[in-house]
């Protein structure tokens, strides 16, 4: 940590008293809490208050370091309670003259963790890679009740990242600085440099003489790494030692008697009958068996037979001793292996958690701007991206490691569920299940309070709401809701209208001899056909009566849509390509955008919305999700179930989706 503190003209006014403290940990316990930085403001001060900054101060330090209820913040909200009953006994004295007119700060920074609360006007920044966030927004100060005095309420809590600037200011300094635009030129500072950040300072010393107030600024530097770091210790990592290596193999040899494996060749005395032959006496002893062969006489067969016998004897030692060389040659590999490998991933590991680190920094300080929240979820996505790899080879290391890269994998993907809004749905509503005997559907169309459902492969329509079959006598390709209608479309020209409970027939012109029809959407009545073939989208406008002049290619720039999976149009026309995201205004292209998200996408299929909706609505089936998105591209919601293991299509009606996996119809709630 480093620490600058300046107190500007602290006597340009005899009412004003300021003044600031720093208190470092001494003693053990007082280090698991970590620093306590405080600033103080007192004006209209009277000359018996003149020390109430440092008496208050006092009381703060010796609540927060004697309290030992272990976290940071607890002690904080320990030692704000007891400055609470401190001003609230002066008070009750009859001395309310410091009321409105204290300024008070008080900041604990524990490894990465930073709690504050404050009263007045004090200005808190926060400086990070040449950005400057106001984290004074972020306090919520409560009034003022009378008895008991209530002056310190909230704390704001957060997370800093390595090299962080967090600057406290007297409201003076602050708007003085914000003139100057002093903190600009701090933040555009590639690296912090004392010489440079005093240059900043003398070059502005002039004016400055004019104003009273203090100026804090604290680097945060981190002495080791913090939080839940992946550490590499000696279990993890061993030394190469021959005797750990060979322990298998002697741990064999240990569980045999202690004269298990002994072999004797003795040379005997030549005997009768058997002229210039060595007659050998072999000992053999093993756990089982024990053979001695030192017979008097031996016949030539027999010999042979013991020269055989001695010659696959000696070809199973070798092929036993090859056996152990290569079980000890595979259990020194794989031991290096195993330590290469630690060492790899502790880096990554270490890289994996920085990054998760500073992406909760983004989340705590609770900076709602879509900012903010893009960076924290482009550094959990890239963690994200580093640790699933490793966990996919886990099986040289050692449990320990491993479940400690489990652990930091699972809270990853907690974080970045939160951060994408992703809510799994353990039982969905069930509304209704077809019999397959009776109707088999693919699509569903919502015509308001009425569903119907359709398939490409089947003829005829179901009304859910009469739970009957209409009979059309034709295969439905596709289903649209226009002029309070039903309109269904059937290939290649046939369109079929429902319309209070009445059936009309009408169809359209062509456009070409080679239209591949993909998808259909409505707009003001207009229908607007896909050929993702072509890349080409048709319009028809409408005219009167049900029915549609002729077509016209509505695409300025056609090669853009060629294999589109799904269109959906309000005032523009979205097309879902690839997982990318297309509009189009008037014909003309707009803008492309990526669907940022996680899980990641991998094959969404069905985009839809309508000029009366505010969201995006896509269907992911193979990751049994609906994402809901901002017509800008940002998340709202994603709805995932292990239910969810068909999903066909799916439908808005006002704050209900209804959605259609398998034979079974799910409601989701918005």
Known sequence: MRIFEFHFNPKLKEDLVLDSFCYEPEKAYEKKLGDLYIVGLLKNTLPKNKRLLKRLAEVIKEKYYSSRVGSAERSLKSSLKEANKFLDSISKSGDVSWLGNLDFFILSIKDSNLNFAKVGDIKPILIRAGQITDINKKVQIEDLEPYPLKVFANIVSGKLAEKDLIVILTQDIFEFFKQEKTLTKIAKLESFDDKQFKEILNSQK?????????????????????????????????????????????????????????????????????????????????????????????????????????????????????????????FVFSKFEQNRKIKIYSKQLEEIQEKLQLSESFILLKDTSSEAFQKSNLLLKESWNKILPITKDLSLLPKDFTSQILELKNEISSKLSELNKLEQIENPELVFEFNRLDFVPHNLLIDGDNIYFFSPYLKNIYDFNEKRIIEVNKVINSAIRINNSALFFSRPDKLIILKNNEIFESEIQTPYQDFEFSDLASFYNNLYFIDKKTGQIIKYGFLNDFKWNRPVSWLNQKEDVVGADSMAVDSSAWILKNNLIYKYYKGEFQKEFEINIFPNPKDLVKIYTSSNLPYLYILEPVQKRIVILKKDGRIVKQFQSQKFDNLLDFGVAENTIYILNGLKVYTIKL
């Open 206 to 330: 002039k004016n400055l003489n004019e104003i009273s107030g203090v100026f804090l600024l604290i680097q945060f530097i981190k002495e080791n790494f913090v939080g839940k770091k992946q550490t590499i210790s000696e279990k993890d990592l061993e030394k190469f030692s021959l005797k750990k290596i060979f322990a298998p193999v002697l741990k064999i040899f240990q569980k045999l008697p202690k004269k298990a494996f002994n072999i004797k060749i003795v040379t005997k005395k030549k005997k009768k009958g058997l002229k210039g032959i060595k007659i050998p006496r072999i000992k053999f002893r093993t756990p089982r068996f024990n053979i001695r062969i030192f017979k008097k006489t031996f016949s030539l067969s027999k010999l042979k037979k013991t020269k055989k016998k001695k010659s696959l004897l000696k070809q199973n030692l070798i092929l036993i001793l090859g056996l152990i060389i290569l079980l000890v040659f595979g």
